[in-house]
Nanobody
Framework: QVQLVESGGGLVQAGDSLRLSCAAS????????MGWFRQASGKEREFVAA???????RYTGSVKGRFTISRDNAKSTVYLQMDSLTPEDTAVYYC?????????????????WGQGTQVTVSS
C-alpha cells in the first residue's frame, strides 16, 4: 500500500513563505515522478509542480519563479518551497505519485495521493 503524508501547511500572511513536505513509504518513491496539486474551495484540483526521478521539473505558470519543487530520493521525500505567497495560493495542497517517470500535469497521470495539507494566505 502506497502512503504519502504531507506536512508543513499553515496560516501565513501575503509575502510569507512555507515549505511543504511529503514523505512516501519506501517502495512508493522509486523512479516515479512526484507532483503537487492544490484545490481551493469550490474549485477543481489543479496542477502546481512536478519533479522526475532525475530532477526534471515542471510548474504551472502562476507559481513559476515563486515555488520550487525538490526531492530527496534517499529520504523518499518531496518538498515544495513556496515564496511570495498570495491569497490566491490558499488551498489544500496534495502530494501525488506519478504513474510514469515523466512529469505529468494532469490528475489522471498520478495514481496515489496524500491526504492534503491546508495552506491559508491572508492579505
Amino acid at each position: 500500500q502506497v502512503q504519502l503524508v504531507e506536512s508543513g501547511g499553515g496560516l501565513v500572511q501575503a509575502g510569507d513563505s512555507l515549505r511543504l513536505s511529503c514523505a512516501a513509504s519506501g517502495r512508493a518513491f522509486g523512479t516515479h515522478a512526484m507532483g503537487w496539486f492544490r484545490q481551493a474551495s469550490g474549485k477543481e484540483r489543479e496542477f502546481v509542480a512536478a519533479i522526475s526521478w532525475i530532477g526534471r521539473t515542471r510548474y504551472t505558470g502562476s507559481v513559476k519563479g515563486r515555488f520550487t519543487i525538490s526531492r530527496d530520493n534517499a529520504k523518499s521525500t518531496v518538498y515544495l518551497q513556496m515564496d511570495s505567497l498570495t491569497p490566491e495560493d490558499t488551498a489544500v495542497y496534495y502530494c501525488a505519485r506519478g504513474s510514469e517517470p515523466q512529469v505529468g500535469n494532469t490528475t489522471t497521470e498520478y495514481d496515489s495521493w496524500g491526504q492534503g495539507t491546508q495552506v491559508t494566505v491572508s492579505s
